[in-house]
């Protein structure tokens, strides 16, 4: 059971915006940044997003993302078959000093 | 080129140790925390431990506390996983990844290709 909780899956067409959601607590996601990753099929993760909305270098704008209180959401608009991926957030938690991942989302692009 | 080079995974006993390095190239690891990062096969990503640039701070998951040492050497630019009395559900990719100065803020923005630990008799 992981400490942030994700839907284990999400879908959508080319082309389409699609959300996916990580909900924590306040010793985690209320308290610290959001963290996203991206983990290509038998691939190392990847940094998709750092503090809460902000995109390294090289990652497209069509990944955006949001933090409110204890959840956030991860927005990708024009979803293309690259996209099909693991999608992870993280944060580091305050109680537990340590970081908490949440189980993970499977993007298929259909 | 940025990279970090994981090694010294393999096949252990229930109850044996193993000793993972990761190798670090294009960037002194010395302005950095590191961190290593565990996958069991089919499952989700899960923070093993971390530590601070000059050593002097280490924070462990509770699943591996007192069981696992990390340690870091700055003059060879390479991070250390020591892993004791490991359990068959440790079976998992290894990751070592590279965090920030503040990388709460920050995560881990480079990762090394991991190296695979199979406990099994």
């Known amino acids: 059971q992981s400490v942030l909780s994700q839907p284990p899956s999400a879908s959508g067409t080319p082309g389409q915006r699609v959300t996916i959601s990580c909900s924590g607590s306040?010793?985690?996601?209320?308290?610290?940044?959001l963290i996203w990753y991206q983990q290509l099929p038998g691939t190392a993760p990847k940094l998709l997003i750092y503090?809460?909305?902000q995109r390294p270098s090289g990652v497209p704008d069509r990944f955006s993302a949001s933090k409110s209180a204890t959840s956030a959401s991860l927005a990708i608009r024009g979803l293309q078959s690259a996209d099909e991926a693991d999608y992870y957030c993280?944060?580091?938690?305050?109680?537990?000093?340590?970081?908490?991942f949440g189980g993970g989302t499977k993007l298929t692009v259909l | 080129e940025v990279q970090l080079v994981e090694s010294g995974g393999g096949l252990v006993q229930p109850g044996g140790s193993l000793r993972l390095s990761c190798a670090a190239s294009?960037?002194?690891?010395?302005?950095?925390?590191m961190h290593w990062v565990r996958q069991a096969p089919g499952k989700g990503l899960v923070w093993v431990s971390r530590?601070?640039?000059?050593?002097?701070?280490?924070t462990y998951a509770d699943s591996v506390k007192g069981r696992f040492t990390i340690s870091r050497d700055n003059a060879r630019n390479t991070l250390y996983l020591q892993m004791n009395s490991l359990r068959v559900e440790e079976t998992a990719v290894y990751y070592c990844?590279?965090?920030?100065?503040?990388?709460?803020?920050?995560?881990?923005?480079?990762w090394g290709q991991g190296t695979l630990v199979t406990v099994s008799s």
């Open positions: 306040n010793s985690n996601i209320g308290s610290n940044s």
């Open positions: 530590i601070k640039s000059d050593g002097s701070i280490t």
């Open positions: 993280a944060s580091w938690d305050d109680y537990l000093t340590a970081w908490v």
């Open positions: 990844a590279r965090g920030g100065i503040n990388d709460i803020l920050t995560g881990f923005s480079v």
């Open positions: 503090h809460n909305n």
């Open positions: 294009g960037f002194n690891i010395t302005n950095y925390w």
